[in-house]
């Protein structure tokens, strides 16, 4: 069980892949792992282990 942006989750993949799931626009999110930030190179071979903490960032546009 992992958590995103305070939420426990069942699942079992990469970032990415629960980023894709969950309905994430990739281009306009930042994404911590435990408190650090995760490059989008590494989205796809970065795997969620169990207590894994992330926390997905969105940039929203205003003016």
């Given at each position: 069980?992992?958590?995103?942006?305070?939420?426990?989750?069942?699942?079992?993949?990469?970032?990415?892949?629960?980023?894709?799931?969950?309905?994430?626009?990739?281009?306009?999110?930042?994404?911590?792992?435990?408190?650090?930030?995760?490059?989008?190179?590494?989205?796809?071979?970065?795997?969620?282990?169990?207590?894994?903490?992330?926390?997905?960032v969105t940039f929203v546009g205003g003016g």
């Open positions: 069980m992992a958590f995103i942006n305070d939420e426990k989750v069942d699942f079992n993949g990469t970032i990415l892949e629960l980023l894709e799931k969950e309905g994430y626009d990739k281009d306009k999110v930042v994404v911590l792992l435990n408190g650090e930030i995760v490059k989008k190179d590494f989205w796809n071979e970065v795997f969620l282990k169990q207590d894994d903490y992330l926390e997905v």
